[in-house]
């Protein structure tokens, strides 16, 4: 009908991982395809000049899962994980950006997971597991899959010496998990953030961050850290600060905020605060720059802005705001230049570069294919809900048709999260998104409601232990303006959504007859079952506000669970999930499914093998997207035929 197939829609690569060289000359970028197939490399590591002087070009490198770029301290080469070793783990390797061959510089067993290089050039800080005992690996040649759940060795720093491709382990820091580490940029003492197993729950419920010191091997504790500790960076002002993001205590449902604590070279480390409280938007990236303040990116409503760390009472200052979707940024050493992937309403993503002040230009053109396709419009919008509270969100309409041209069959897609958001960004993805379904005449409704990104701490904590409630009163009210402004057909209305989107998608047939079709995507039908098996769990917990185990019942999860109310559903469901989901495991799928056939509800069930919470494989995003568009086809346009 327009010329987007779903062939174009998977076909392409996007771009990710961008990393500023210390210098500030080049950017280096990880290019991978949407969707993955046996013909096509997983994914390859590019190079382009951060002021545009010099086309981007491909770094010789045998196809695999490339990763985690950075460049060294002298920007004079570059490191990175692949998995192409005769082991199949992540190994670190390292590359001249000029051309040559990649050299191997690890071969752990079981893989590194992360690294960092240090100030000292000859030296790496990689983080790996031990290797398994010899009695496990024996085990493992005689076939004996067995896992012990609960179990699993922690990852501990390691340095890894160039010259001589010796690593040793300095210290195991109280036997604890470790998951990130950052230098002090003068070359002191490392931070080392740890967790106390590696499990997400309750790895990163119970954080801590140490220091250790490379010449004495001296292990230091620098105070108790909120859940979710993330980030660290390095810098100063009068004293040494280490700052980092974490979750806003007390909840595990209030957004992300920055914290800093003083780190004298003697005595104690200070209190650590909270930076950001009070601020009606929500820190989402925080960067180190070597020779300067930290830069942090900040989600802001429907765009992004960059902020500075200012050493005096330190606090945040805004340096250069970008229309849409920024995320992964990068800086030079000076905190000058940044890089990040950014899209716009009209552009997919791509990498761009400039002064961290503004603009950034895009330096590269990763999905030219796109370029001659006419795009549906895509408005802003900004409404208040019954409350009060100030609310946004976006329309995409169907290419060519303006809003005097409704009403339009309308489908809601909620967003994920539920701290996630919908940016003013090219809306186009192989789960359900709004230029696919506006390409087939349909208006797509994309709602930011309460409890997401963008609006500050108390915006995202209002949905803990509420979850479905005013979050979706807030969902209902846009729809409620669209159908009262002419833009939606209120007899032919559609709802979809993936993972938390999915769970409102699930509760929102529940609650009301007035949806022709609703597509569950790996969504939640029952919070208890969630939170016990999950890998999140007690951030699932904090959503549903409470766990099975807590007594007979009935439970205040079971007021917000979607299966509490399949009786009353009587709009059919396209149910889809990914068999080997972790996050929101088939089982929620299973259990809705098993209720709608018990009361006979119109559905499909359709499960994809292999695939975890995002479906990954080429043949099966492709049949999502045609199974979505068939699906609302079906019941809001039953006289067309899909494409």
Known sequence: MSGLTADLVVDGRVPSSPVLSPDGRWVVYVLAPIGLADDRPVSELWVTAADGSVAPWRLDIPPGRLSCPRWAPDSESILFLSDRSTSGTAQLHRILPGGGGAQTLTDWAGGVQAYRPLIDSALVAIIAHDEPPDDERRREQQGDDAHVRGCARPARLRLLDLPSGRIRTPARIDDRHVVDVVQRPDGGPLAVLTWSTPDLDPGSLEPAMYLLDLHTGQVSDIGPVPADAHSPVWWCAADWHLTYLALTPPGLQAGTAVFDVVVPDTGPPGQHRNLTAGLGACPAELVQADRGAPLVLVADGLDTAI??????????????????????????????????????????????????SGPLERRTDTRPELRDIRWGAQQRLSYRAPDGLALDGLLVLPPGSSRPDGPFPLVTIVHGGPYDRYADEFMLHWAPSGQWLAHAGY??????PRGGQGHG?????????????????????????????????????????????????????????????????????????????????????????????????????????????????????????????????????????????????????????RENHSLRERNHQIDLLHRTRAWFDRWLMPSTQST
Do not use: C
């Open 457 to 609: 701490h108390d915006f995202a904590a209002s949905v803990a232990g509420a979850v479905g409630q005013e979050e979706w009163t807030d969902i209902s009210t846009g729809i409620d303006l669209l159908i009262a402004e002419g833009v939606a057909d209120p007899n032919r209305l559609g709802i979809a959504g993936w993972s938390h989107g999915g769970f409102m998608a699930a509760w929102a047939v529940g609650q009301t007859d007035r949806f022709n079709a609703a597509l569950m995507g790996a969504g939640i039908s029952d919070w208890g079952m969630q939170a016990a098996t999950g890998e999140w769990g007690a951030y699932e917990a904090a959503l549903g506000g409470s766990v099975g185990w807590e007594g007979p019942g009935p439970h205040p999860h079971d007021r917000l669970s979607p299966i509490s109310y399949a009786s009353a559903i009587r709009t059919p469901v396209l149910i889809v999930h990914g068999a080997d989901d972790t996050n929101v495991p088939l089982s929620q799928a299973e259990y809705f499914h098993r209720a709608l056939r018990r009361y006979g509800i119109e559905h499909e069930y359709v499960v994809y093998p």
């Open 307 to 356: 902020y500075r760390l200012m050493p005096d009472e330190p606090h945040l200052v805004e340096t250069s705001r970008i229309d849409g979707l920024a995320k992964q940024l990068s800086t030079d050493r000076d905190g000058d230049v940044v890089a990040a992937v950014i899209s716009r309403s009209d552009r997919p993503h791509d990498v761009h570069a400039g002064l961290a």
């Open 443 to 448: 208006a797509v409704f994309l709602p930011n």
